[in-house]
């Protein structure tokens, strides 16, 4: 993790960093003190690249926007007997048509513009034109957008036609999951406490908790610091400043924790034992108050 990047070399009457027009004494010395405090406690603590200002957080609210929006309208079309290839081309063409860039195809050699994963795919499936959804699957989605350099991620689960009992609780427990890290998130607070409050709901209701992924932080890039484990200790991580932004994007499986990412196309994670695997990202920014949810 970063370690704090120490105060920074302003007086009190000079202009913020943060772009506010404001003096620093009306404006972020009081934050400033604040993290200098807690890294003198020994806490981890976000330098201040990681701290998002308002005209950045402005900026992802329009990105996060068509990423709600690409979901919102996949979860209008989604149904039995179209391939996760279609899912692909209406996020593509909804993204471009307004203006953003998916921000998966071409990362790092992705080839879609989203990430489909259905069943005991745990992540990064690939769209495919031979993946047809058949009634009884579960998918989770997942749709990342780039509009003005500004980075969205969210991603939902759906559920074809009639599911078994068995995969609409893991869908449900899982979003529920998330809801109960959103519950831990304090503004001052630690990471630690939002992925041990995920990592208790699931493990409590007898399912497992994906370990080698997990959320990130997100803004000015696709991922930033911190990495969200939700295997983390209560107590324990980053620092919870204002500004920063972040996934909670928690992945949980039926069986066993262990994944297998042996496919050979590189990307799609199976669970190691081919149970059934769900997964919702959320992303938020901290405020003083609470957070703001920005995609969902
Ligand atoms: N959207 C994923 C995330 O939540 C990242 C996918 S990377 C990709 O972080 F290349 F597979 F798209
Ligand atoms: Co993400």
Same mark, same amino acid.
């Given at each position: 993790m970063n370690m704090f990047d120490g105060m920074p070399d302003l007086g009190r009457n000079d202009e913020c960093w943060c772009g506010s027009g404001k003096k620093y004494k009306k404006c972020h010395i009081d934050f400033d003190e604040k993290l200098e405090d807690a890294f003198r406690r020994g806490l981890d603590v976000p330098t201040h690249d990681l701290i998002k200002t308002a005209e950045d957080i402005e900026g992802v609210r329009r990105s996060?926007?068509?990423?709600?929006?690409?979901?919102?309208?996949?979860?209008? $079309?989604? $149904?039995?007997?179209?391939?996760?290839?279609?899912?692909?081309?209406? #996020?593509?063409?909804?993204?471009?048509?307004?203006?953003?860039?998916? *921000?998966?195809?071409?990362?790092?050699? =992705?080839?879609?513009?989203?990430?489909?994963? #259905?069943?005991?795919?745990?992540?990064?499936?690939?769209?495919?034109?031979?993946?047809? @959804?058949?009634?009884?699957?579960?998918?989770?989605?997942?749709?990342?957008?780039? @509009?003005?350099?500004?980075?969205?991620?969210?991603? $939902?689960? =759906?559920?074809?036609?009639?599911?078994?009992?068995?995969?609409?609780?893991?869908? $449900?427990?899982?979003?529920?999951?998330?809801?109960?890290?959103?519950?831990?998130?304090?503004?001052?607070?630690? @990471?630690?406490? #939002?992925?041990?409050?995920?990592?208790?709901? *699931?493990?409590?209701?007898?399912?497992?908790?994906?370990?080698? =992924?997990?959320?990130?932080?997100?803004? @000015?890039? =696709?991922?930033?610091?911190p990495f969200v484990s939700f295997i983390a200790e209560e107590g324990t991580g980053m620092v919870l400043a204002p500004g920063t932004m972040f996934t909670i994007e928690p992945m949980i499986n039926i069986g066993g924790h262990r994944i297998d990412m042996s496919d050979p196309n590189g990307w799609t994670v199976r669970t190691a034992d081919r149970s059934d695997t769900a997964q919702w990202e959320v992303q938020i920014v901290i405020t003083e108050d609470g957070y703001e949810m920005l995609a969902w």
């Open positions: 996060a926007a068509i990423n709600v929006g690409a979901l919102d309208y996949v979860a209008e $079309r989604i $149904r039995p007997g179209i391939s996760t290839a279609e899912i692909d081309r209406w #996020v593509h063409e909804y993204t471009i048509e307004r203006g953003a860039i998916p *921000a998966p195809l071409d990362y790092e050699g =992705f080839p879609k513009s989203c990430c489909t994963s #259905v069943n005991e795919v745990v992540c990064h499936g690939i769209p495919s034109e031979d993946e047809i @959804l058949k009634e009884g699957d579960i998918i989770n989605v997942d749709v990342s957008t780039i @509009l003005d350099g500004y980075f969205s991620d969210s991603s $939902r689960m =759906f559920c074809i036609g009639e599911v078994s009992q068995e995969r609409a609780d893991l869908v $449900r427990v899982t979003k529920e999951a998330i809801e109960a890290g959103l519950a831990a998130v304090k503004p001052w607070g630690l @990471l630690g406490d #939002v992925g041990a409050a995920v990592n208790k709901y *699931a493990t409590e209701r007898g399912y497992s908790v994906v370990h080698e =992924f997990g959320g990130h932080g997100i803004g @000015l890039e =696709f991922h930033e610091d």
